[in-house]
């Protein structure tokens, strides 16, 4: 397992360093305050062809691996959560229809993806359909040369601002998990409308909206990969979500650990900076721990999936433990600011508030549990 980066994976790496320590952080506070989609920073990340990483170059990618893709996304997220998380969100529709895609999808709606030209998103979840995809509720019915969609999806992130949404319904309600279809959806498809956009704990940037589908017709052409396959479609779709997930909370707990080192320098007390207390030391021992450990984690999932070999075992793995982890290290880094750290003054506070989304996104952490449980008791049972 080899984590070096070659001469164009380091140069990209370098380039998005600087811009996300010259561009993205100075305005993070600043986009999150006023909770509008930071169309600036995005299409920054267009200039700098981010957008299709993994996707080969045949189809308007770069054509580079899994593991530069969460790189790239550790950085970003290290210095704008809610920049990191679009960069996330928008892979959520580039995967499947690179993996499920017929040559025409790839050609109509993955190379507009790559560039960057009209941003992705991913449509399951729903009022009564989260950790249980099989109590999906949104309709597909076969009319002619349409399929017909009714239904509602909520928090679907990047919802209103992406224009190819990926969209999980049952086109056979008795058969659950195995009546699911998978489609592509674009914005503007008659039928096909926006609805409450949520307001949240942390994440005001980042529009996760309702997805509404009234008699909304979608051309046969736009189904994707096969009929009742559509679990498959979602469920490789979330194990890659989940390194995406993890690699937002690696980023997060570096940035909480980046403020924390500087501040416990600074901060006297007692005559002496906080940093020389055994007390601090050892939370900043732990919290350097838990990034790295977080790391090679999230790094072996998106390796072990550059290679064509399974992981989804090690995504759940790298995704309860980076999310946990980075809620861990961002609440101690509260504690080591004090009182300071409670206000909106310091970003440690955004940070703690932003840890707790990925303890719940693209399935919670219990769901991991049972994810790697039942992967574990198969190996080794």
């Known amino acids: 397992m080899d984590f070096t980066f070659n001469e164009d994976q380091t140069a990209i790496l ?4 600087e811009f996300a320590d010259e561009e993205l952080a100075p305005k993070a506070k600043e986009i999150d305050e006023a909770g509008v989609w930071p169309a600036e920073n995005v299409g920054k990340l267009v200039e700098l062809d981010l957008m299709g990483i993994a996707v080969p170059e045949e189809y308007g990618g770069l054509g580079m691996d899994f593991l530069t893709w969460a790189a790239v996304g550790e950085e970003l997220s290290r210095a704008c959560t809610t920049t990191g998380a679009i ?3 928008h892979m959520l529709a580039i995967f499947p229809i690179m993996t499920f895609g017929t040559e025409e999808q790839k050609q109509r709606c993955l190379m507009p993806l790559a560039r960057g030209e009209k941003i992705g998103a991913f449509g399951l979840t729903e009022p009564g359909a989260g950790s249980d995809a099989g109590a999906v509720s949104t309709k597909a019915e076969l009319d002619g040369d349409h399929y017909v969609l009714n239904g509602t999806k909520i928090f679907i992130s990047n919802g209103g601002e992406a224009e190819i949404y990926v969209i999980i319904a049952s086109s056979n309600p008795e058969r659950g998990v195995r009546g699911l279809t998978a489609f592509i959806v674009e914005k503007g498809t008659p039928g096909f409308e926006f609805g409450k956009e949520e307001k949240k704990m942390a994440f005001s940037a980042l529009p996760n909206r309702e997805l509404i589908f009234n008699d909304c ?3 046969k052409e736009n189904l994707l990969g096969r009929e009742k396959a559509g679990f498959l ?6 194990a890659v979500g989940r390194i995406g997930m993890a690699i937002g909370a690696v980023g997060l707990a570096r940035a909480a650990l980046e403020a924390a080192v500087p501040y416990s320098k600074q ?13 601090i030391q050892f939370m900043l021992a732990d919290m ?9 984690l999230t790094w072996r999932a998106a390796w072990l999936k550059d290679q064509g070999k399974p992981f989804e075992k090690e995504a759940a793995m790298a995704k309860l433990y980076a999310s946990e982890a980075g809620m861990r290290v961002t609440t101690k880094a509260v504690q080591i600011f004090g ?10 506070e955004r940070y703690m508030r932003e840890a707790k989304l990925f303890e719940i996104v693209e399935g919670t952490s219990e769901i991991q549990r049972m994810v790697i449980a039942n992967q574990v008791i198969r190996e080794l049972g």
């Open 14 to 17: 370098e380039a998005v360093k």
């Open 87 to 89: 960069f996330g969100a």
């Open 217 to 219: 017709r979608v051309p």
């Open 233 to 238: 479609v979602a469920m490789r779709t979330l």
């Open 267 to 279: 901060r006297e007390q007692f005559g002496k900076p906080i940093s020389s207390f055994q007390a």
């Open 288 to 296: 350097a721990t838990e990034v790295d450990a977080a790391r090679l």
């Open 339 to 348: 009182g300071y750290g409670y206000t909106v003054d310091f970003p440690v």
